[in-house]
């Protein structure tokens, strides 16, 4: 599951937002009021984080590649540009 605008900052635990520990949290946390993307994966999943802080450092990114035993990967990418449009 993806969410945008989370809202979330760094006092708030992931442990918050899934008390059983049934889904690895990913998070870009805004520096800003508002703002934030994440993923829920399920932990019977087998994935790897993906760091894109240095390659997109102006949006908020979340992105992570899924791993099949075929040695197959599927990759996901969420993101948001926390830029205010110019009207």
Do not use: H, Q
């Given at each position: ?5 989370t809202?979330?900052?760094t ?18 946390d ?19 984080a993906?760091?894109?802080s240095?390659?997109?450092?102006t949006?908020e ?5 899924v ?7 599927l ?13």
């Open positions: 599951m993806f969410i945008t605008e809202w979330l900052y006092d708030v635990s992931s442990g918050l937002l899934d008390p059983k520990s049934r889904y690895v949290i990913l998070r870009k805004s520096s800003s009021k508002g703002g934030g993307v994440s993923a829920f994966v399920k932990r019977t999943m087998n994935i790897v993906i760091d894109m240095t390659a997109f450092s949006l990114v979340v992105c992570y590649d791993m099949f035993s075929s040695c197959d990967k990759r996901f990418l969420w993101c948001i540009d926390p830029t205010p449009l110019l009207r």
